[in-house]
């Protein structure tokens, strides 16, 4: 089976998939604010989705995706970090997933392309989530904050 090829494949090439992604997102003129963060910063979230990426397509993910990704909004809000970037960054994550998988060049037949689509459907699916759970984890601390600064005002 095709998909759960490239789920392997992904997870199995993580390190590298990490690497490049990093590059990107520190040199991006889109994500500046991702040029401050450390490599470790960057790597610790990136990492985990490349490396955990058939756990996070599992049917059962859908708390863990609200979970983590509510994190990550939290924290990138209490950083500054704009959510334009850090949407443009999990855009970024998941292209570079399918650059990779498409440079892999597995596909040789039409059930090959047929399991691409659902494998792609799936990430997709995956990343949806994982941007509006993020958002709104941002959006909630945002108003937090602003509420916690207008009381003390």
């Given amino acids: 089976m095709l998909s759960g090829r490239l789920v392997k494949m992904v997870e199995d090439h993580a390190e ?7 590059l990107d997102l520190k040199q991006n003129p889109k994500t500046p604010d991702y040029h401050k963060l450390t490599d470790a910063e960057i790597y610790r979230r990136v990492f985990d989705v490349y490396h955990s990426l058939g756990e996070w397509l599992g049917t059962e993910a ?5 979970v983590r990704y509510s994190q990550l909004g939290r924290e990138r809000a209490d950083e500054g970090v704009p959510l334009s970037q850090v949407i443009y960054a999990l855009i970024r994550t998941k292209t570079g997933l399918f650059d990779y998988v498409r440079r892999a060049r597995l596909f040789d037949s039409a059930v090959d392309l047929y399991q691409f689509q659902e494998f792609r459907r ?3 699916n995956f990343f949806d989530k994982a941007i509006y759970y993020t958002a709104r ?5 945002g108003v937090s904050t602003n509420t916690s600064s207008a009381a003390t005002h």
């Fill in 137 to 141: 984890a941002y959006e909630h601390e």
């Fill in 16 to 22: 590298q998939l990490t690497a490049g992604l990093i």
């Fill in 62 to 66: 859908e708390h863990l995706v609200q």
């Fill in 122 to 124: 799936l990430v997709d």
